[in-house]
């Protein structure tokens, strides 16, 4: 009530309002402005860090050996000593490839399966049981996904059906990561498959198709970018996986174990390029030797699968996206 | 009667096989709720597979002890106070750095090429595997900034890695306050930080603290990049500076399950349920604030 007066008219009247932090507030507008600015450069300079590092350190790796060795090369026996010592990394991007083909050969048809039946048939009921199941799925650690792999799928399920199975092995691993990417696939196809609008549903039915007819012919094909891109990017995941293959796949590349048969032979320890790195650091190495520095070609291999593989599924998004309504 | 709707030749010829087809769809619904369904007798084994060895060995002492080379003395507390320095300096360092990105991205940067530039590299960020954060903390933290195998390198690697979940989910969080609420502050003579930190993030909070504690979860659970700036060697000691070397759980897991006596492999089984508890209950979290929150949203 101070600081208003009435006038003899009545009229009430305020005293001018204060902008004298105007100056303040602008100036503060600008280095506020300014930090944000300095916290989004933290995730460029991430990927800035990521790729100096790896071709850095690569580059001393392949001065001494030279970078054709390196990716044709087809032995692997860093950790041998003088002539025996090859960096031949086949093996390791087959270990790599066999263990993603059985994941897909998982993920891909049951994720896609699981995000029809979810979005297309399911009711409420089964729904409300399924969907957390799947998360649960997802949010498992991968370390416990390994021990499952070298624990369960090795001895119980596989054991049986394989009498000459490896302790560590490639399909037990494929199989653990397989699982583990199945929520990935399933959630990102669902939400792909819901996003294609009802109309193309009942137009299909009106047209007298069957639910598989139109499930099939109709909703999947409309929403296929969103499906691929979950195959692609599931599969980049199954590439980089490290845990899983660290406990299960065993430490000898693939082919080069006494009992293996060759790099295609599953049922015997088969060693990824994201096996090699984990087994380097829980074995105490060198940290000037050159099987060392080899895990930095190693690295700057999976990056460049990854992210070639990263981008190919954002192109697809935008490429091919159906675009609706 | 007559016949005058005979049907005529084109329609003689055609078959609807109504049957077949019908037959087909069902079959699919069939084979559709099977290959869903083996996702719980997947989810089922997998729990077995945990408990049956795991339950007999958990006690207090895998809480309290530290690490052993006797199996029934042998405990996970070094690991457990490792994680919970880890994981809340992560989502500090994500909170902080995720937080002013996506407040950044959504309210103050122009649609330019920069603007894209950085969304495309943090949803690239999202998809780097998690053992290439680990060399580049390696790198970056332990060699050239001389931490050493330290809880420091460990957490600024961690938070490096959950940064890019934290800035999209903040983002999403942000991106749901409605235009009216920021025109309505502008309108009376809010500057535009006012407008953010007075109007925008609070709306937007539930949905941040859900995308941290998101990232909480997965931090928890993230074994390569440690291992690799880390090391897998055991660790006897709480954790009482920065600079000390650390263990935690799901470390302490991989080195148990790499031995070869069974009873470590039990003791593991018994360490991942302590893990899958703490998640159990992060997540109880996260969802109980989203449904607290969205039933007292405001628009």
């Known amino acids: ?325 | 009667m007559s016949a005058s709707f005979a049907p005529g030749k084109g329609v003689e010829q055609y078959n609807p096989r109504v049957k077949q087809r019908q037959n087909a769809s069902a079959a699919m619904k069939w084979f559709l709720f099977g290959a869903t369904a083996l996702a719980i007798v997947l989810l089922g084994m997998l729990l077995y597979s945990i408990l049956a060895p795991g339950l007999p060995w958990l006690n207090w002492h895998l809480i309290t002890n530290m690490p052993s080379r006797i199996p029934e003395r042998a405990g996970m507390n070094s690991a457990i106070w490792g994680s919970i320095w880890i994981v809340l300096g992560a989502a500090v360092m994500s909170f902080i750095l995720g937080l002013g990105t996506a407040i950044y991205l959504e309210e103050y940067a122009e649609k330019n090429r920069w603007t894209s530039l950085i969304q495309t590299n943090i949803s690239n960020l999202a998809g780097v595997p998690s053992i290439v954060y680990g060399l580049l903390g390696l790198v970056v933290f332990v060699d050239w900034m001389q931490m050493g195998r330290s809880l420091l390198a460990g957490v600024l690697t961690m938070g490096l890695l959950i940064l890019p979940v934290v800035v999209i989910a903040s983002r999403e969080a942000i991106r749901a306050v409605p235009p009216s609420l920021r025109e309505a502050a502008y309108g009376v003579g809010a500057t535009k930080w006012q407008t953010v930190r007075h109007h925008v993030l609070p709306s937007a909070f539930p949905g941040i603290m859900t995308g941290i504690i998101l990232s909480m979860s997965r931090a928890i659970g993230e074994t390569a990049p440690l291992l690799v700036v880390g090391g897998a060697s055991q660790v006897l000691f709480r954790p009482s500076s920065p600079l000390d070397p650390f263990m935690v759980m799901p470390l302490q897991i991989y080195n148990w399950t790499g031995r070869p006596q069974e009873e470590f492999e039990q003791l593991a089984a018994a360490a991942i349920i302590v893990l899958m508890i703490v998640l159990l209950i992060m997540n109880s979290v996260a969802i109980g604030l989203r449904q607290h929150f969205s039933r007292k949203a405001r628009w």
Request: some cysteine; aromatic content about 10%.
């Open chain 1, 1 to 325: 009530m101070a600081s208003t007066t009435t006038t003899p008219s009545g009229r009430v009247q305020r005293p001018p309002l204060n902008l004298s932090g105007k100056k303040n507030r602008q100036r503060s507008e600008h280095i506020i402005r300014w930090i944000l600015i300095a916290c989004s450069l933290v995730t460029v300079a991430t990927t800035v860090g990521i790729i100096t590092i790896l071709l850095w350190e690569a580059v001393n790796f392949f001065r001494e050996i030279p970078v054709w060795e390196f990716l044709f090369g087809t032995t692997w026996t860093p950790l041998f000593e003088g002539a025996q010592q090859e960096f031949g990394v086949v093996p390791l991007v087959m270990g790599t490839l066999m263990t993603t083909l059985i994941a897909a050969l998982i993920a891909l048809p049951l994720g896609l399966a699981a995000a029809i039946y979810l979005s297309e048939i399911a009711g409420e009921r089964a729904r409300s049981i399924l969907k957390p199941v799947l998360e649960v799925l997802a949010g498992v650690p991968t370390i416990v996904y390994g021990f499952f792999a070298l624990t369960f799928i090795t001895p119980v399920l596989l054991e049986p059906l394989f009498p000459r199975l490896g302790t560590f092995n490639g399909l037990s691993a494929g199989i653990a990561i397989g699982i583990m990417a199945l929520p990935t696939v399933a959630s990102m196809s669902e939400d792909a498959i819901r996003a294609v609008p009802r109309s193309l549903r009942e137009a299909a039915y009106g047209l007298g198709a069957t639910r598989f007819e139109t499930t099939m012919r109709v909703v999947v094909p409309a929403a296929i970018s969103g499906v691929i891109a979950s195959f692609i990017l599931a599969i980049s995941r199954a590439i980089g996986e490290t845990m899983i293959v660290a406990v299960a796949a065993g430490q000898a590349p693939a082919g080069q174990s006494g009992a293996s048969s060759g790099w295609w032979d599953l049922t015997q320890s088969m060693q990824t390029m994201t096996g090699f790195i984990a087994y380097t650091f829980s074995s105490d190495i060198s940290r000037s030797s050159t099987a060392f520095y080899s895990l930095f070609g190693v690295g700057l291999l999976l990056f460049i699968m990854t992210f070639a593989m990263n981008l190919l599924s954002q192109w697809i998004t935008k490429r091919y996206r159906e675009e609706y309504d």
